[in-house]
Antibody, heavy 126, light 113 residues
Framework: EVRLVQSGAEVKKPGESLKISCRGSGYIFTNYWVAWVRQMPGKGLEWMGVIYPGDSNTKYRPSFEGQVTISADKSINTAYLQWTSLKASDSAMYYC???????????????????WGQGSLVTVSS | DIVMTQSPDSLAVSLGEGATINCKSSQSVSYNSGGKEALAWYQQRPGQPPKLLIYWASTREYGVPDRFSGSGSGTDFTLTIRSLQAEDVAVYYCLQYYSTPWTFGQGTKVEIK
């Protein structure tokens, strides 16, 4: 079965660090871009950034650049989203999502999201 | 950034009736040739992750009931639900994948009247 499985809910204090994970299975993990999408309580969906696990090429939404780090370990088919110093405003549900893509010479172009993880709820509170 | 604006924000529809959701992009999401519109639709039921319904504006994802259909081009797109079922209660989002950052509409909540 093709799936993305995310790490569980986290409760942290402001200023603490956190790394959540997203493990792909049932497909060739290194051949697909994986994105992170934030959903704040009662709100809509916001694309944060994306990584291509094959070569760790990463792109960020400007508003998230420097605030989070996206990485991947292709040896264990896992992508990560990391914070060094959490704020209360980081409290949200975070989804990883796989991009359907098409291949052109020397490049894999990400398109829509065709597979989603179940979500990781992050709560930051003193 | 391409801004995606959906309308209405919410709608209540009787079971068996149709529902129409609109999505407008701040610039065209149409590729130069081939008539490809970089627009997808998602359904998010309460407490669940989003689920892909439609891509390339009108292509239904495998396994999605045919009561869901998408149309439109350029900057104006529509998701139509023919004969609403109880399980269609959800928030629906459009997504443009024409350029980074990928951007979603604000969502349209569909409820039963």
């Amino acid at each position: 079965e093709v799936r993305l499985v995310q790490s569980g809910a986290e409760v942290k204090k402001p200023g603490e660090s956190l790394k959540i994970s997203c493990r792909g299975s049932g497909y060739i993990f290194t051949n697909y871009w994986v994105a992170w999408v934030r959903q704040m309580p009662g709100k809509g969906l916001e694309w944060m950034g994306v990584i291509y696990p094959g070569d760790s090429n990463t792109k960020y939404r400007p508003s998230f650049e420097g605030q989070v780090t996206i990485s991947a370990d292709k040896s264990i088919n896992t992508a990560y989203l990391q914070w060094t110093s959490l704020k209360a405003s980081d409290s949200a549900m975070y989804y990883c999502a796989r991009h359907r893509s098409f291949t052109v010479p020397d490049s894999v172009v990400p398109l829509w999201f065709d597979l989603w993880g179940q979500g990781s709820l992050v709560t930051v509170s003193s | 950034d391409i801004v995606m604006t959906q309308s209405p924000d919410s709608l209540a529809v009787s079971l068996g009736e149709g529902a129409t959701i609109n999505c407008k992009s701040s610039q065209s999401v149409s590729y130069n040739s081939g008539g490809k519109e970089a627009l997808a639709w998602y359904q998010q039921r309460p407490g669940q992750p989003p689920k892909l319904l439609i891509y390339w504006a009108s292509t239904r994802e495998y396994g999605v009931p045919d009561r869901f259909s998408g149309s439109g081009s350029g900057t104006d797109f529509t998701l139509t639900i023919r004969s609403l079922q109880a399980e269609d209660v959800a928030v629906y989002y459009c997504l443009q994948y024409y350029s980074t950052p990928w951007t979603f509409g604000q969502g349209t909540k569909v409820e039963i009247k």
